[in-house]
Nanobody, 122 residues
Framework: QVQLVESGGGLVQPGGSLRLSCAASGSIFSINAMGWYRQAPGKQRELVAAITNGGSTNYADSVKGRFTISRDNAKNTLYLQMNSLKPEDTAVYYC????????????????WGQGTQVTVSS
């Protein structure tokens, strides 16, 4: 089995910063693309940022220039550095990863973390 565990969420004032982490563990053979999504109350889940295993990145227009996605392949960990946070960034943030696991055979599928709450408020 594979698990994704997020951490780093919390309450921050507008203009502040947070760093989210997502650690993947289990019978992992390889991790392909990884990404951060968020879902605000009453809204659909949306892509925030994504990164390939080669390091290519893409961002939602709403976070460009403020958020930075990165990964440590040796640690199977994904990060999201969030600066200049705004109240509209308030949401539950989810980690997603395209993982090939090995348990007698190779199985490739997408996994989700449990989510971490980010609240931006004064």
């Amino acid at each position: 089995q594979v698990q994704l565990v997020e951490s780093g969420g919390g309450l921050v004032q507008p203009g502040g910063s947070l760093r989210l982490s997502c650690a993947a563990s289990g019978s992992i053979f390889s991790i392909n693309a990884m990404g951060w999504y968020r879902q605000a109350p009453g809204k659909q889940r949306e892509l925030v940022a994504a990164i390939t295993n080669g390091g290519s990145t893409n961002y939602a227009d709403s976070v460009k220039g403020r958020f930075t996605i990165s990964r440590d392949n040796a640690k199977n960990t994904l990060y999201l550095q969030m600066n200049s946070l705004k109240p509209e960034d308030t949401a539950v943030y989810y980690c997603n990863a395209d993982i090939t696991m090995y348990g007698g055979s190779y199985i490739r599928k997408a996994y989700w973390g449990q989510g971490t709450q980010v609240t931006v408020s004064s």
